[in-house]
T-cell receptor
Framework: DQQVKQNSPSLSVQEGRISILNCDYT??????FLWYKKYPAEGPTFLIS?????DKNEDGRFTVFLNKSAKHLSLHIVPSQPGDSAVYFC???????????????FGKGTLLTVNP | NAGVTQTPKFQVLKTGQSMTLQCAQD?????MSWYRQDPGMGLRLIHY???????DQGEVPNGYNVSRSTTEDFPLRLLSAAPSQTSVYFC???????????FGPGTRLTVT
């Protein structure tokens, strides 16, 4: 049973427009959420995170929104650039993980393609 | 500062063979983990370690062993390879309490 779901396998947007990647979760014990970006033949790299006590976190062009009641989060990229083309993974951590992020549950990922 | 390194990059094994995937980090991170990624799947945690001498199982530990004798190294052993272990394996490390988990470039393993 998937606890972290990314229901869109792929997303295509035009350069300069907004990209919105969605993630849903089922485990109410998750208290911390992260987004990772992965290019082909490379390991994932951390992008941005959000604690369950917040509903928004922003870092430059990247903003993550969390709706706890809906168990839904989204990553907004504005403006999108061709270099943003990659697979984006949503990940979540349970409250009993001792405050560290080593034990994460990942979604299946969404392939974002930003067209010039 | 090399970050997280993994060797080999590619490996082909026959069913029943054993091998060790190497992982090393030079950032003095307490935590290290092994994940596998299969087509159309997210990363799944195999084993993790919170420090030298301490390891624990993740979501999919069967068929794999780990040990952590030093802070820097966290090898993953396949005792008797099976085709179901064909996957891309990622090692990761992080400081306690930090958001960012650093991943290695991965090892692509094929078991025939």
């Amino acid at each position: 049973d998937q606890q972290v779901k990314q229901n869109s396998p792929s997303l295509s947007v035009q350069e300069g427009r907004i990209s919105i990647l969605n993630c849903d979760y089922t485990n109410s014990m998750f208290d911390y959420f992260l987004w990772y970006k992965k290019y082909p033949a490379e390991g994932p790299t951390f992008l941005i995170s959000i604690s369950s006590i917040k509903d928004k976190n922003e870092d430059g062009r990247f903003t993550v929104f969390l709706n706890k009641s809906a168990k839904h989060l989204s990553l907004h990229i504005v403006p999108s650039q061709p270099g943003d083309s990659a697979v984006y993974f949503c990940a979540a951590r349970e409250q009993n993980s001792g405050g560290s992020n080593y034990k994460l549950t990942f979604g299946k990922g969404t392939l974002l393609t930003v067209n010039p | 500062n090399a970050g997280v390194t993994q060797t080999p990059k590619f490996q082909v094994l026959k069913t029943g063979q054993s091998m060790t995937l190497q992982c090393a980090q030079d950032m003095n991170h307490e935590y290290m983990s092994w994940y596998r990624q299969d087509p159309g799947m997210g990363l799944r945690l195999i084993h993790y370690s919170v420090g030298a001498g301490i390891t624990d199982q993740g979501e999919v530990p069967n068929g794999y062993n780990v040990s952590r004798s030093t802070t820097e190294d966290f090898p993953l052993r396949l005792l008797s390879a099976a085709p179901s272990q064909t996957s891309v394996y990622f090692c990761a490390s992080s400081y306690y309490g930090r958001d960012e988990q650093y991943f290695g470039p991965g090892t692509r393993l094929t078991v025939t």
